[in-house]
């Protein structure tokens, strides 16, 4: 299996959590007990946590829940936009078809804590999913959150519907197991060998977004410059630019982006124009690409 300390995720990765708690009034220090994460932390736009870093913060929310579908009912609350610039890529894609090779292609920007394999089998296609770590007592809440994360994504590419004719799960499925036939209004398997989410292959070639071609690819590219930069030490212009594309849709003012990097709006403008560039220039850029 990887090693949880290699693979990172975006803050953001914790925003539904973070919404769950609030809802629930869960206390959010004990959350965070162990994990290594501050409250200041998940106020910065382009902090990253480790996979084992958002384990530990899963299993305290476990504990501290009376849910026992707590992973069902986490995975459903993500949006697309949660993902940043990888929910964008996919949304512009023109089938489900595409979105899967996207959605593998650009998969360092996705919140996964699963392996994922698209496997054809005549007229049916498996997204089948491989723990990358053992997670021991929340394997049943991290395949749950991760299933049902998927099915949202789905839901929300084909406005509504959903391509799925059945799951299949590697737990048991509890005391209820007819809970997860209602929530994903389909046949359920458990005790399978594999987490998998079958679908017909037809129906991943409707069209479910009717965006340009080009605007597929300047997504795509924008999710490739994060990726590049997640990969190596960057210049003060990247981390700029990776700090807007981190949020995209709320973009921060030129203050709170120079405030995040420990440092005064005039000493950012400055070091921008000795690099013969400014804060509005990279949002214009960044504006005009999306």
């Known amino acids: 299996m990887s090693s949880g300390n290699q693979i990172k995720h975006a803050i953001a990765s914790l925003r539904a959590p973070l919404r769950y708690i609030e809802d629930h009034s869960i206390n959010l220090d004990q959350c965070l007990i162990g994990t290594g994460i501050s409250r200041y932390d998940l106020e910065k736009g382009n902090f990253r946590i480790r996979l084992t870093q958002a384990v530990r913060f899963y299993q305290n929310l476990w504990e501290l829940s009376e ?147 080009e605007s597929e690819e300047l997504c795509v590219q924008q999710c490739e410059l994060l990726i590049s930069r997640l990969s190596k030490r960057s210049n003060l212009v990247d981390d700029v630019r990776y700090m807007i594309l981190s949020r995209p849709g709320e973009f921060l003012d030129i203050e709170s982006v120079a405030r995040k990097m420990k440092m005064s709006a005039r000493t950012l403008r400055r070091h921008l124009s000795e690099q013969n560039t400014s804060y509005q220039a990279l949002l214009n850029e960044i504006r005009y690409g999306l």
């Open 67 to 213: 849910d026992p579908y707590l992973g069902l009912n986490l995975g459903s609350q993500y949006r697309l936009a949660d993902y940043g610039m990888w929910g964008f890529a996919l949304m512009s894609a023109r089938n489900l078809h595409r979105v899967l090779e996207l959605a593998l292609r650009l998969v360092a920007l996705s919140f996964t804590g699963f392996r994922h394999e698209i496997v054809e089998d005549g007229a049916l296609t498996v997204h089948r999913l491989t723990p990358l770590l053992d997670y021991g007592s929340i394997l049943t809440f991290m395949s749950d959150r991760e299933l049902s994360a998927i099915h949202q994504i789905y839901c929300e590419l084909e406005h509504g519907t959903s391509p799925i004719i059945k799951m299949d799960f590697l737990h048991d499925g509890g005391s209820t197991p007819f809970r997860y036939r209602q929530h994903f209004d389909c046949p359920v398997n458990f005790n399978c060998s594999r987490n998998e989410y079958v679908m017909k292959t037809a129906d991943l070639y409707r069209t479910t977004s009717n965006t340009s071609r």
